[in-house]
């Protein structure tokens, strides 16, 4: 069974401040105090200032949707998934999209689930083509933003030494 049919995307609000922790939690605890995908969840002072800052994100020059994806089954927080448009600015760098996944949940098809849904809701907004960018160290998002329909652009050198890698996805 797809994983696709096992999670949602959904607007995070108040009732997910718990579930937001403990997936905070599980980052920090791994060794990654720096999330992706989470316009900041990782940075705000509370939770509640951060549900401000991701509602008035949607209503700004570049707008900026975020979402949990959630397991329907246990109602866990799988990931965050970032929508951002339109194509300049930021996102010229950046992306369309970006996203990340609870460590405890990877490499199990989620990454995969998550971005299908996130296009399908770029095609929802009359995005034709979407950026993704991934560090090219990072064999799991090439993996998925090509099981997806990457197709590569180009490659850069970062200040950490690292390439960031561009894929355009058609929706």
């Known amino acids: 069974m797809s994983k696709r049919n096992e999670i949602e995307l959904i607007f995070p609000d108040e009732t997910h401040e718990k579930a937001a922790a403990a997936y905070l939690k599980e980052h920090i605890k791994n060794g990654e105090p720096t999330l992706h995908g989470d316009c900041f969840l990782d940075e705000a002072e509370s939770y509640e200032e951060w549900l401000g800052e991701i509602d008035e994100a949607q209503h700004i020059e570049i707008p900026s949707m ?3 994806a959630i397991r329907k089954s246990d109602r866990k927080i799988i990931g965050t998934i970032n929508v951002r448009h339109p194509y300049e600015g930021y996102v010229q760098i950046h992306g369309h999209i970006g996203y990340g996944i609870r460590p405890s949940e990877r490499r199990k098809g989620y ?4 971005l299908q ?3 399908a809701y770029c ?3 009359n995005l034709d083509r979407v950026l993704l960018t991934c560090d090219k160290s990072n064999i799991a998002s090439v993996k998925t933003i090509t099981k997806c329909g990457g197709v590569f652009e180009s490659e850069s ?3 950490n ?3 960031l890698r561009r894929y355009w996805i058609t929706v």
């Open 117 to 119: 849904l996130a296009l």
């Open 111 to 114: 990454g995969t689930a998550m």
């Open 123 to 125: 095609k929802e907004i």
């Open 157 to 159: 050198a970062q200040p």
């Open 161 to 163: 030494g690292d390439m």
């Open 66 to 68: 975020i979402f949990f």
